[in-house]
């Protein structure tokens, strides 16, 4: 599973994308248990970042998908 | 009441947005155009900036704007809105957002645009990410003249 990586999570990542060997749907909470365990400095944005699936907002009910194209967006600042 | 779609143009760009933009036509429903500008301010927190970089998940951005635009002309009934969000390394002073709001009456306008900039601000995924200070020149040795200061 590819997840791509923005902002403040890119900087701590020191990439802008991360593959996780994950094969099936997962929640949002598994998701970022995975993201956390292979680089525990983005745990501090666990809070307040928000996960897209597919160009949208998941919410806690979200499943992905291994094929989807997953983004971590931390606060963001635009506008 | 049945309304018209609206007409929405958004876009990112790592351009500059010229400081005219030519309005599409107002339309003959058109009573208001409204136009706000951000820019980049020569001083945040007090420091002097040269510019300021903007990050961005373009295919999810743009997407964002297109919707956020589309939705809330439908709900203030607005005619058409440009919507346009700058990226990359902006400049100080120079534009970062344009938004332009065409609608029968003001109220719809203001309106419109106000939850325009609220609602991206919220949810489109572009990052101020770094500031660029501005070097200040270090003051003239000597007197206005540039002759050395006598002891």
């Given at each position: 599973m590819k997840i791509l990586l923005f902002a403040q999570a890119k900087e701590i990542a020191g990439c802008d994308h991360v593959r996780l060997d994950i094969d099936r749907a997962i929640s949002v909470d598994e998701l970022w248990d995975a993201l956390v365990a292979a680089f525990d400095g983005l745990a501090p944005l666990r809070r307040s970042s928000r996960i897209a699936r597919n160009g949208q907002y998941a919410t806690s009910g979200t499943r992905l998908e291994p094929t989807d194209e997953i983004a971590v967006i931390p606060p963001v600042s635009g506008g | 009441m049945e309304h018209p779609e609206p007409q929405i143009d958004a876009r990112l760009t790592l351009e500059p947005i010229p400081p005219s933009l030519p309005s599409p036509?107002?339309?003959?429903?058109?009573?208001v155009v409204l136009e706000f500008r951000r820019v980049v301010p020569a001083a945040l927190d007090g420091a002097p900036v040269s510019a300021v970089r903007y990050d961005v998940y373009e295919s999810m951005a743009l997407a964002k704007l297109s919707e956020i635009a589309t939705t809330l002309a439908r709900t203030h009934a607005a005619i058409g809105v440009t919507l346009i969000h700058r990226h990359g390394l902006v400049p100080a002073g120079d534009t970062v957002v344009y938004l332009a709001v065409r609608a029968p009456h003001r109220s719809a306008a203001v309106g419109c645009l106000n939850d325009i900039v609220e609602v991206m601000k919220r949810d489109v995924p572009i990052w101020r990410m770094g500031v660029v200070p501005r070097v200040m020149p270090p003051p003239p040795i000597g007197d206005a003249d540039g002759f050395p200061r006598q002891a």
């Open positions: - | 036509p107002p339309g003959p429903g058109c009573g």
